[in-house]
């Protein structure tokens, strides 16, 4: 049950996701239940959920056959722990700007020998619907470690952050990507710098991954090669479709 979204990603099919900023569970259930789902990013960067709520977020969405990502504000040591504790399939460290970050994020996110992890939590192996010692064998190959990409220095240390061992998926924030670098949103070069990842992120053997907001994003990102995209949030697909609902019966 583990290996849902990393089975997707090694049979390289798309690994299609949404964004969970709201807390509660059944929020997750009424998305996770949608079919044809990998993924969903429990935020707990900027959504209002916290460390708390992990774990039934994380069981609602394993239920329906998806993987649980949690979004940690920051690479702090405890913030992963809490996150991994939990049981959640991959982890999601914003702002990695350099390979000394990347490399201390796997080191947390792994137990001995690879890392430095420890083991204690009773609840863990529940959303990864494995035993207590399976968890732990299993863990080091299946769970997924995400780095954001998102600043000009991650941008320009690319490179050295894609080859960190233990390192599994390159993730643009296009957002903060386009702040960081004082361009504009969508532009050349804003498109260029997101094709200077995807391109070194493809030449370590990585997987190359960007927030997008809807299909025809999502499609376009797809069609240049990378391998897992978001298609929506959950506020932005609350308020879309009531607006197209709002259109509809007033036109
Ligand atoms: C960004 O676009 O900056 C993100 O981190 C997506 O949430």
């Not at 079919?35 to 977020?57: F, N, S, V």
């Amino acid at each position: 049950k583990c290996t849902f979204l990393r089975a997707a990603l090694r049979a390289k099919q798309p690994a299609l996701g949404t964004w969970l900023t709201l807390p509660g569970t059944a929020v997750a259930r009424t998305i996770a239940s949608v079919p044809g789902l990998q993924w969903m990013l429990i935020d707990a960067e900027h959504g209002q959920i916290t460390d708390k709520d992990y774990y039934e977020l994380n069981n609602s969405i394993v239920s329906h056959g998806v993987s649980p990502i949690i979004r940690i504000p920051f690479a702090e040591g405890w913030l992963i722990k809490r996150a991994l504790d939990s049981g959640a399939h991959g982890l999601m460290v914003p702002m990695v700007h350099n390979a000394k970050i990347a490399r201390s994020v796997v080191s947390l996110a792994k137990f001995p020998p690879q890392g430095e992890r420890g083991f204690g939590s009773p609840f863990t192996q529940h959303a990864f619907g494995v035993s207590a010692s399976d968890y732990e064998t299993q863990c080091n190959e299946y769970l997924l470690t995400i780095l954001q990409i998102e600043s000009r220095e991650g941008l320009d240390n690319i490179d050295e952050i894609a080859a960190v061992e233990g390192a599994d998926v390159m993730f643009i924030g296009p957002f903060d990507l386009a702040k960081s670098m004082q361009v504009q949103f969508g532009g050349d070069e804003h498109e260029k710098a997101i094709a200077t990842v995807l391109k070194a992120t493809q030449a370590a053997g990585k997987y190359a991954s960007i927030f997008c907001l809807s299909g025809e994003q999502a499609r376009k990102r797809l069609d240049q090669g990378f391998d897992m995209v978001s298609i929506a949030t959950d506020t932005a697909s609350i308020t879309r479709d009531l607006t197209l609902q709002l259109e509809t019966v007033r036109a």
